[in-house]
């Protein structure tokens, strides 16, 4: 039972330092739950049941990973939002995004789900955004 609690915190560890934890839900903690107590009926006799527990945690796992996972906010979304052209650079959504920010921003009489759009926006532009050269 020790060497299946030392797997199981092996595999959680490589999972956040992965970044799958990021997105960790109660079912995920279930799935692994039913794995672990699979694997110990596996080995204390209860192939059946083991079997069933291990069955059901890899048919999660295999469903989570087929559903994508939609985007936040969209380019076109951003770019409105930012009232920002087609191919904009990182410096333009920057100082639109600072422009923003400063009328929505909850200290300046803004909401706090308007600041958090506006920084959607930027950061998934910022995201596809080609980066400039370094000049050296």
Avoid at 35 to 59: D, E, Q, R, W, Y
């Amino acid at each position: 039972m020790l060497l299946l609690l030392l797997a199981a915190a092996a595999v959680g560890y490589w999972a956040y330092k992965d970044g799958s934890l990021k997105t960790l839900r109660y079912a995920d903690v279930a799935a692994g739950v039913a794995a672990l107590i699979g694997l110990s009926l596996l080995f204390k006799g209860n192939p059946t049941l083991g079997i069933v527990a291990l069955g059901g945690a890899g048919t999660w796992v295999w469903f989570r990973k087929q559903v994508p996972a939609r985007p936040l906010m969209t380019e076109t979304e951003a770019l409105a939002l930012l009232e920002l052209p087609i191919g904009a650079d990182a410096d333009r959504i920057r100082a639109a995004h600072r422009r923003l920010i400063a009328r929505v921003h909850p200290d300046a009489g803004g909401t706090a789900d308007l600041a958090r759009r506006v920084n959607l926006a930027r950061d998934t532009l910022l995201a596809v955004t080609p980066s400039r050269p370094i000049d050296r």
